[in-house]
């Protein structure tokens, strides 16, 4: 994976940590597991507010580790929200790793740069563009080059 031109973090390796003491959230969810012994736990949530809200609730209670990875992030409402409450997250200690498609990411290299310019967050992108302003040229020269 490349990083973003511009991009402060020099990333060879990262990794989750499992601390020994667990969370409020883990903590609250454990008597629910316990109840429902070999189940998975996994709602699938229909509804796109549903979904929204569920995500943005998560990401206000983390409190050690986000790992979030998304194909398409678009630079609308729900996407300024959910970078808004990423940096929260990272400003209250969290370290937040942050995976983009960026074939899905035209418009946002300047958001980019400011989330992975703070320590506590990490951004990468999969399929990364060479040229930044030329995409179309990036899908030629990808495609040339394969």
């Not at 699938?44 to 983390?62: G, I, Q, V, W």
């Not at 808004?84 to 990272?90: F, G, K, M």
Request: aromatic content about 8%.
């Amino acid at each position: 994976m490349k990083k973003l031109p511009g991009f402060t973090h020099d990333y060879l390796l990262s990794k989750a940590t499992t601390p020994p003491d667990k969370t409020r959230l883990q903590r609250a969810v454990e008597p629910l597991c316990a109840r429902h012994p070999g189940e998975c736990g996994i709602l699938a949530l229909d509804n796109s507010l549903d979904a929204f809200a569920a995500r943005y609730r998560l990401t206000e209670m983390a409190e050690r580790t986000l790992d979030v990875q998304y194909y398409i992030w678009e630079d609308d409402m729900s996407g300024r929200l959910l970078f808004a409450v990423l940096l929260s997250a990272a400003k209250r200690g969290v370290h937040v790793r942050l995976l983009l498609d960026d074939n899905n990411t035209p418009g946002l290299d300047d958001t980019l740069r400011l989330l992975d310019s703070h320590p506590n967050i990490e951004v990468r992108l999969f399929n990364p563009f060479s040229f930044r302003t030329l995409r179309a040229l990036g899908y030629l020269t990808d495609f040339c080059a394969a």
